[in-house]
């Protein structure tokens, strides 16, 4: 019943703004207009609260010890991505760590874009493990608890954008959720969560995850053809999924067109250095790595960024940078520290790089 008077009260709250902003339309006492900042120039910055918890320092581009949000926040950006795992073995990117963040990026003025894995750890096209909490179900059960978990997450969060999984090219929560083996029952697992989040979040909008650009993102969005959801996110790295830049953005334009769907490019990085700064191997250190024309500078990472956000805005409605927080934040001689240090927004000084200049608001 309290809920009932809730939503009754907010409905009707909203219906007497509504008739208030009709009745004073073209009144310039009211001020001016603003359009709503609809590009999304987000960062995923989800392991910021375990390399802030090991004392680790950003810095601002003027060489200022700086919150990392509110230097982003300052660059541009109005988005920030967050993962979230189940029952994570180290405590880090679960649900209180999370929500934490989530608070902090609400009150810098930002927009909380969720990725929720439905795992315990990593979820990509490699690996998509249901959480251990729910071994053994059977579709019906999963189903329910995936249910019951997105809600908990709607009314813990309440993100902007709901990302249902990780780049799920084959599904996700194995092997219940594999589409390549089980169609029918991944469908029933996205359609459920799907539904999940419009009745209980109308205002957030639902992402489905791909990795990549190849004829096979066709296959995977053609099988989502029926499911409730708004944007098509994908994954673009170089290093992986070819360097071809305009065909990022051909591809972009054909899914949205075929599908009548919104596309965001939901991850991407590059390289300011092939240097390193600890003794954790990175991923991306040679230079048939590259795309040619972007070489792995300061200047070149901004450049390639810059043509990333282009092809954001021609192709789609944003774009978001991966792993920019992921600095060597255990020192040099941390043989565990980051796979991805020279791909990162923050040199190895933890000063603020020029990429960012990527995320200016028009």
């Not at 963040?101 to 750890?121: E, F, I, N, P």
């Not at 992402?207 to 708004?230: L, Q």
């Not at 901004?302 to 991966?322: E, L, Q």
Request: glycine letters at 8%.
């Amino acid at each position: 019943m309290k809920k009932f008077w809730i939503v009754l009260f907010g409905s009707l709250l909203s219906l007497t703004i509504s008739c208030g902003s009709d009745d004073n339309s073209g009144n310039s006492d009211d001020g001016p207009i603003t359009e709503e900042d609809s590009f999304i120039r987000g960062v995923d910055m989800s392991s910021l609260p375990e390399i802030e918890a090991e004392g680790y320092a950003y810095k601002n581009a003027a060489g200022q010890t700086e919150d990392a949000l509110a230097t982003l926040k300052n660059a541009g950006v109005n988005t920030i991505r967050i993962r979230l795992w189940k029952n994570p073995a180290n405590g880090h990117s679960g649900m209180a760590e999370v929500k934490t963040l989530a608070q902090r990026v609400k009150a810098a003025g930002m927009k909380v874009w969720l990725t929720v894995h439905y795992s315990d750890t990593w979820a990509d096209p490699g690996h998509q493990e249901t959480p251990a909490e729910w071994a053994g179900l059977n579709l019906q059960q999963l189903t329910d608890q995936a249910m019951l978990y997105t809600a908990n997450i709607l009314a813990e969060i309440d993100p902007d954008i709901f990302q249902i999984g990780n780049e799920t090219n084959t599904g996700f929560m194995y092997p219940l959720g594999n589409v390549a083996s089980n169609e029918a029952g991944y469908l029933q697992l996205v359609n459920g969560i799907s539904a999940t989040i419009r009745q209980n979040a109308p205002d957030t909008k639902i992402m489905i995850h791909y990795a990549g650009i190849a004829d096979s993102a066709d296959w995977f969005f053609n099988k989502v053809a029926d499911v409730d959801y708004d944007y098509i996110g994908l994954s673009y790295y170089p290093i992986w999924h070819g360097k071809s830049i305009a065909n990022l953005q051909i591809k972009m334009q054909q899914l949205g067109a075929a599908h009548n769907k919104k596309v965001v490019i939901a991850e991407t990085a590059y390289p300011f250095t092939l240097d390193w700064s600890d003794w954790t191997n990175n991923v991306v250190g040679q230079d048939d790595q590259l795309i040619p024309a972007y070489p792995a500078s300061a200047e070149g990472q901004k450049s390639y960024m810059m043509a990333i956000r282009s092809v954001g805005k021609n192709g789609g409605i944003g774009f978001c940078y991966w792993g920019a927080e992921w600095t060597a934040f255990r020192g040099p001689e941390a043989p565990n520290g980051s796979t991805w240090e020279n791909q990162a927004l923050w040199d190895f000084d933890g000063k603020a790089l020029p990429a960012m200049e990527a995320f200016y608001k028009e």
